[in-house]
């Protein structure tokens, strides 16, 4: 079982493009990311807003590189909890910021908060907006489990921000950073579920339809792939990564853990409560 998450940090993904690592327990064999990231170029940009059990780390490690006052824009993928947990905070400590959002993320959000209309700009895939040194693309990623879900390229740097494709299980800190750090066997086994699980749909999926989409978003060109939930992609795992999801397309979901995993946790649960050093067993995270 694995109780004790490990503390992260801020890690310089591209110029001047920071990961905002948290973590949270998956299972016996490690992590599920639940990262942001931030761009500190002439007009930064805040890139998702992390969950609501990370508030106060999201907010200590986010505004230790930069000053409130100073960011210019917060841009939200999708409007699930995992991406909204300090957007109010965010908005209210962020008084420069433009919100970067659309007509049916405000739609959705609106059962919950107050947002500032007067504060945001509204964005689809295919377009972009100018954060001063640099223009970020709006793009719709190739696994999302969100209607609104939009994904973010620079292409200055050629760093992407690719939300929720591409999440696995991360054995500790260091994989987050470098998917070359994951090991292969937990790779193989945990991507394929969390994508399926994200995005049940890619069973109805015409494979060559899928394919140009991908092969879309691949070709803006790719140096470094930030995920909300997986590790930092570089290099040659980019592509691997593609093609994984590339074959997806017109296949049987994965169903995740089903009732047996439930009666182990509930088994492991009654083993903790009856041995005063155990710990509670991890939950299973949703995507
Ligand atoms: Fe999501
Ligand atoms: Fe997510």
Redesign the pocket.
């Known amino acids: 079982m694995n109780d004790a998450v490990p503390t992260t940090t801020p890690q310089e993904i591209a110029p001047e493009t920071w990961l905002i690592p948290n973590m949270y327990p998956a299972g016996p064999d490690g992590f599920i990311a639940v990262n942001t990231m931030l761009i500190r170029g002439a007009e930064p940009v805040i890139v998702d807003t992390g969950c609501p059990i990370h508030k106060e780390l999201w907010k200590e490690k986010v505004f230790s590189l930069v000053d409130p006052e100073d960011v210019r824009w917060i841009f939200l993928s999708?409007d699930?909890g995992?991406?909204t947990g300090s957007l109010l905070d965010a908005l209210e400590m962020c008084p420069n910021a433009t919100l970067i959002c659309n007509f049916f993320i405000v739609e959705r959000l609106g059962l919950e908060y107050d947002l500032p209309l007067d504060r945001m700009c509204w964005l689809q895939p295919g377009e972009s907006f100018d954060a001063g040194d640099r223009t970020l693309h709006l793009f719709k990623p190739p696994i999302?489990?969100?209607p609104t879900?939009r994904g973010l390229y620079d292409a200055k740097t050629a760093a992407m921000w690719i939300v929720?494709s591409f999440a696995h299980v991360v054995p500790g800190e260091e994989a987050l950073y470098d998917v070359r750090a994951v090991p292969q066997d937990l790779y193989d086994e945990t991507f394929p579920m969390f994508n399926s699980l994200i995005s049940p749909w890619h069973q109805w999926l015409d494979p060559a339809v899928y394919s140009r989409h991908l092969d879309d978003v691949e070709g803006l060109g790719l140096l470094t792939v930030a995920s909300a939930h997986g590790s930092v992609h570089t290099g040659p795992a980019i592509h691997d990564a593609f093609e994984r999801v590339r074959r997806m397309a017109g296949q049987p979901i994965n169903p995740g853990p089903g009732p047996d995993a439930l009666e182990q946790m509930l088994a492991e649960i009654a083993a903790a409560e009856s041995a005063p050093d155990a710990t509670a067993p991890d939950p299973v995270p949703a995507?």
């Open positions: 999708h699930d995992d991406h999302f489990d969100g879900t929720d995507g």
